[in-house]
């Protein structure tokens, strides 16, 4: 796996230290471990988490530049992508994980700890609650959503809570001409604009990824994002 990573993050452009490759080990062992209880990934083979996964996760860094004390929410985080590979790749950020399921809350936190990564926090939340909170609303310089969502129920999701001058990372597989453009109504109405598409390739396998930069240009009104659910069943 080591090696594996090794190949796959240097053709992306980062070279890992071996305490970041120990750290993505320890990722990997807790990611196994807790699956064969409840499900958290498909995909097991280490190999294939260490490309479709971390490596993954990590490729938009390609599409802005990253700094640190930058603060990122990583919204339906899941077993804890994008946001736990960008964390560990780079320790600067401020990363807020967030996830409806409880159980998996308890699995980042659980990760959080035996890494003893700082400056991180898994909060068990819906996304859409999150934006109507002042603590929240409008307070992340990044938001990050990784096959979450089709784009124009992401943008209600993520938007609220982006800083205006900040962006909004949509991760997203080959094909997503359609979804763009039917989401162009809901990303002006949330206060943002599509500004570029970053195309990708995963390293090693070649799978396309597509990356959407939404930047907040104007605050979100103030009925955004609606009730729990609802977005969902009516998109803007």
């Not at 929410?73 to 077993?79: E, H, L, Q, R, Y």
Request: one cysteine or more; charged letters at 30%.
């Amino acid at each position: 796996m080591a090696e594996v990573m090794k190949k796959g993050f240097y053709e992306a452009g980062i070279d890992l230290t071996e305490e970041q490759i120990r750290l993505f080990q320890l990722f990997y062992e807790l990611l196994r471990e807790t699956n064969n209880k409840f499900n958290l990934t498909s995909i097991l083979d280490e190999k294939e988490v260490a490309i479709k996964h971390f490596v993954d996760s990590v490729l938009c860094v390609k599409a802005i530049p990253f700094f640190d004390g930058m603060s990122l929410i990583d919204a339906g985080t899941g077993a804890g992508f994008p946001g736990i590979p960008l964390k560990i790749c780079l320790p600067g950020l401020k990363v807020t994980l967030v996830d409806s399921q409880g159980k998996k809350v308890k699995f980042l936190t659980r990760v959080i700890n035996e890494t003893g990564l700082k400056n991180i926090e898994a909060i068990h939340a819906r996304i859409e609650d999150l934006g109507r909170k002042q603590k929240f609303r409008e307070n992340y310089d990044v938001a990050t959503a990784r096959a979450l969502a089709r784009l124009r129920v992401l943008a209600e999701y993520c938007l609220p809570l982006v800083k205006v001058g900040g962006i909004f990372l949509a991760m997203k597989g080959p094909e997503i001409n359609e979804e763009v453009a039917e989401a162009g109504r809901a990303v002006n109405a949330l206060g943002g604009e599509v500004i570029k598409i970053e195309v990708l390739k995963l390293p090693i396998t070649g799978n396309v990824r597509n990356i959407i930069l939404i930047k907040k240009e104007k605050p979100t009104p103030e009925k955004y994002p609606r009730r729990t659910g609802i977005p969902n069943k009516r998109p803007i």
